[in-house]
T-cell receptor
Framework: ETGVTQSPTHLIKTRGQQVTLRCSSQSGHNTVSWYQQALGQGPQFIFQYYREEENGRGNFPPRFSGLQFPNYSSELNVNALELDDSALYLC????????????FGPGTRLTVT | SQQGEEDPQALSIQEGENATMNCSYKTSINNLQWYRQNSGRGLVHLILIRSNEREKHSGRLRVTLDTSKKSSSLLITASRAADTASYFC????????????FGKGTRLHILP
């Protein structure tokens, strides 16, 4: 167990809806990264938050947004859901932005119909 | 975009045999990591090798890095049923603020 939790485990949404996914980082980790993993693919970096500020972003549109809170929790919000957003969403916490060793949560499986 | 490319995409071996997976990447890196993922769940960090290292061991794992060829290999010795999983290499990518970029993975299946 990594000490990183995510909720919910599974989620089904309709195209056009909005979704919020949650992550609780390991205690003491002030950096959280979010990844999208499509079936049969490797995780794709969405963005990273450090001390409640966005600290780097991958090739994802602005409808993917995030928040990080002082209590080591964070959120990933996706607006105007599209069918291609169906994936496993993973969060990973680390001690700081330059620490390459990340601790992953179990993921949230999002299905968009 | 993917930085690393694992090879093979899938591998089936008998329990007790050694499993070797390869990873190739495109740009200069500071380090390379290997992760394991069981059945679409969260990833588990296995080992990190820095660009100035050539080989690293951790238990039954042996990782090599050849920066001139931009490639790495992961060797799992004396495989066990519990090693059945997907294995991903990940590198830092200066194009994405030095964040970690994953390959597509090798699906390893250990046969009893």
């Amino acid at each position: 167990e990594t000490g990183v939790t995510q909720s919910p485990t599974h989620l089904i949404k309709t195209r056009g809806q909005q979704v919020t996914l949650r992550c609780s980082s390991q205690s003491g980790h002030n950096t959280v990264s979010w990844y999208q993993q499509a079936l049969g693919q490797g995780p794709q970096f969405i963005f990273q938050y450090y001390r409640e500020e966005e600290n780097g972003r991958g090739n994802f549109p602005p409808r993917f947004s995030g928040l990080q809170f002082p209590n080591y929790s964070s959120e990933l919000n996706v607006n105007a859901l599209e069918l291609d957003d169906s994936a496993l969403y993973l969060c990973a916490s680390s001690e700081d932005p330059i620490s390459y060793e990340q601790y992953f949560g179990p993921g949230t499986r999002l299905t968009v119909t | 975009s993917q930085q690393g490319e694992e090879d093979p995409q899938a591998l089936s071996i008998q329990e007790g045999e050694n499993a070797t997976m390869n990873c190739s990447y495109k740009t200069s890196i500071n380090n390379l990591q290997w992760y394991r993922q069981n059945s679409g769940r969260g990833l588990v960090h296995l080992i990190l090798i820095r660009s100035n290292e050539r080989e690293k061991h951790s238990g039954r794992l042996r990782v090599t890095l050849d920066t001139s060829k931009k490639s790495s290999s992961l060797l799992i010795t004396a495989s066990r049923a519990a090693d059945t999983a997907s294995y991903f290499c990940a590198t830092d990518d200066l194009r994405v603020d030095d964040k970690i970029i994953f390959g597509k993975g090798t699906r390893l299946h250990i046969l009893p």
